[in-house]
Structure formats: C-alpha cells, structure tokens
C-alpha cells in the first residue's frame, strides 16, 4: 500500500462501469509505457455476457487441480481485485523482464482507499458500459457467487 507522497505517483483510475477487457488491454499499454496506475472500485468493473455462463466458466476454472496433489495448486483468486490484477496480467507480456516489471506498478483497490480519496479519477470513455447492447454482470457478484466473502 503506497504512503500519501508515493500516492501522487499514481494514475488514479475508477473501474466503476468499466468493461474488464477493454480496461485492462488499456492498462496494460500504459503499465508498459513505465506508468505507475492504482485502479479503485474494481468490484464494481463490468464483464460482458450472460451471467448464468460467466459464473459457470469461473467455476469450472476453480475446479482445475494438478492429479498428483491437489493441495499443491494451481490457485485461483476469488477476491474481485485480485482477478482484475490477473486478467492485466494476462495481457503484459509476463515471462520477460519488461512485462514483470510493468506488473509492479499496477496495484488494485476494492472500493477507494483513504490515500486516493482526493485524487480526480482518470476517464475511460471508450471502456464504458454504454457501449454495450447485451447482458452483463458486475465482477463482485461474479466473485460472491464463486464465493468471495465480502469485508
């Protein structure tokens, strides 16, 4: 968690409304570029699709255990501000240095802590969920549903 000086270092962006690809292919892009960005309210971020498909397609990714000991892994995040980190994640090019690096400076909020409570939120205009004409769901319930308990 960064102090109140290293918080101004931060592009502050609020993922309220945001749809979760398009957020993230824009983050990864200017984590890459050497920005630092914090994104707040990640739970509130949008995912496109039926919800019905969507909780069933993460649930059927938390049953993926190794055969030889399951107690060993893989783990998979249930917390809605560790899954957005991770959906960043997979779009950084993530075995190479530059790509580890770009991933330090993301850091990933829910709800909006009390070190960028001041900051002006960065806007997102062509992440928003106007642009979408079908279903969608908010990835907290997506996470309460595959069984985040909430703070």
Not at 23 to 40: D, F, H, M, Q, T
Not at 127 to 146: K, N, P, Q, S, Y
Request: aromatic letters at 6%; proline letters at 6%; glycine letters at 8%.
């Amino acid at each position: 968690m960064p102090t109140m000086k290293e918080a101004s270092n931060y592009a502050v962006i609020d993922a309220d409304g945001l749809i979760l690809g398009r957020l993230a292919s824009k983050v990864a892009k200017r984590l890459l570029c050497g920005e630092r960005i914090a994104i707040v309210n990640s739970e509130m971020t949008i995912i496109s699709g039926k919800r019905s498909s969507i909780v069933q397609d993460y649930k059927e990714k938390l049953r993926i255990r190794t055969l030889i000991n399951p107690a060993k892994g893989p783990f998979h995040a249930r917390r809605p501000d560790k899954i957005l980190r991770r959906a960043i994640r997979g779009m950084l090019p993530w075995d190479t240095t530059r790509g580890k690096e770009a991933f330090r400076r993301l850091i990933t909020f829910i709800g909006v802590p009390q070190e960028f409570k001041g900051k002006k939120p960065e806007p997102f205009p062509d992440a928003r969920v106007e642009r979408l004409r079908g279903r969608f769901v908010r990835l907290g319930d997506v996470a309460t549903e595959i069984g985040w308990r909430q703070l």
